[in-house]
């Protein structure tokens, strides 16, 4: 097992049948995680120094190749510059409105070129999380990936005067980026880089079995595509086409969950959101409902990921639970050669 190639091993049972009781703060029944993907300014371009533009999830992706040769595609600049001109001021008056906060996936690159949104985000108290240095592959290999995430922390910490940040990780791959994270003596919260629950649980700390040493474990909070606004563009007809379906999407997940909270079980939801898909004037009405209809019920712990991780951390410590793979070995197949799952 080496730096560059470790991989978690594969839990199929979890929690079992038995999900973890009902613990958010004051008997609430259900945790909601709104997270904002802040990418634009850090997307593809040859205004970043690469070699062509951005060729995917903007309004135009169905049909709009990559430029290449240095040559900039403003038409698909323009979409990612809308996220911030209108997309963000949007988003930030309606969850004003209601007082909550979310956590910001953010690209770093991203922050660094956007005004003042960074300090602004962080005095109306939303969670500033990495999304990586760039809204793009954090190399080839194993220095190249230090070296972006080592730039990440810098490029967050400078924008937002904060040297605490960031308190959590996503990058949708996999556990390596945290373990780089973890090298670089940042103490992270939590890793969002896991698509495998409903709420969150306790992994082994790669950094612990890669280098040895003390495994004070990794909390995993897991993230979710069927409630992210991706779907808005998804393509081949799959995706959403109507605010409506979105909104009914939103619904029937948050119906679920908070059925199953009542029933004492800790599940907690995600709504993903990017400044350029869900906040265009039609589509944000969805959400808009969305707020709206939650609002109605009681016992929902609207909060950020880092408000997850802290209550996890006292309530269910990882010395005292520990890693679920670890509950359940004997249905692992942590024995494959890695180089059969690369």
């Known amino acids: 097992m080496t730096a560059d190639h470790y991989l978690p091993p594969r839990d199929y049972v979890g929690y079992g049948l038995e999900s973890r009781p009902g613990v958010w703060p004051g008997g609430k029944k259900i945790a909601v995680s709104f997270v904002l993907n802040y990418e634009e300014g850090a997307e593809s371009t040859p205004w970043n120094g690469d070699d062509g533009s951005c060729p995917m999830l903007h309004e135009l992706h169905y049909d709009r190749k990559a430029t290449s040769g240095g040559k900039r595609d403003v038409l698909v600049e323009d979409m990612f510059d809308w996220g911030i001109r209108q997309g963000l001021p949007r988003l930030l008056k309606l969850f004003r409105q209601y007082g909550w906060k979310w956590t910001t996936w953010t690209c770093a690159r991203a922050f660094e070129v956007t005004g003042p949104y960074a300090k602004m985000l962080v005095d109306d108290g939303h969670e500033i999380a990495c999304h990586g240095n760039r809204w793009q592959n954090h190399g080839k290999n194993f220095e190249e990936v230090k070296a972006h995430i080592n730039k990440s922390f810098d490029r967050l910490q400078a924008s937002t005067g904060l040297s605490d940040v960031p308190t959590g990780w996503f990058v949708g791959t996999s556990h390596q980026s945290q373990k780089l994270a973890r090298a670089r003596n940042v103490p992270l919260l939590y890793c969002s880089d896991t698509y495998a629950g409903d709420e969150p649980y306790w992994a082994p700390d790669p950094y612990a079995e890669i280098y040895g ?72 009405m969805a959400l808009k409902r969305f707020m709206a209809y939650i609002a109605t019920k009681p016992d929902v712990w609207v909060c950020t990921r880092r408000e997850i991780a802290s209550f996890w951390r006292e309530k269910y410590r990882y010395e005292e639970v520990g890693p679920t793979y670890k509950l359940h070995s004997e249905h692992l197949a942590s024995d494959i050669p890695v180089n059969m799952i690369l």
């Open 213 to 284: 040493g003390e495994d004070k474990g990794m909390l995993m909070i897991p993230y979710s595509l069927c409630t992210n606004d991706h779907l808005f563009f998804v393509a081949g007809g799959a995706g959403v086409s109507a605010p409506d379906d979105w909104f009914e999407m939103l619904k029937a997940e948050f119906d679920a969950l908070y059925a199953e909270g009542g029933r004492g079980s800790a599940k907690m939801m995600t709504i993903a959101m990017h400044n350029r898909f869900v906040c265009k004037p039609g589509r944000i």
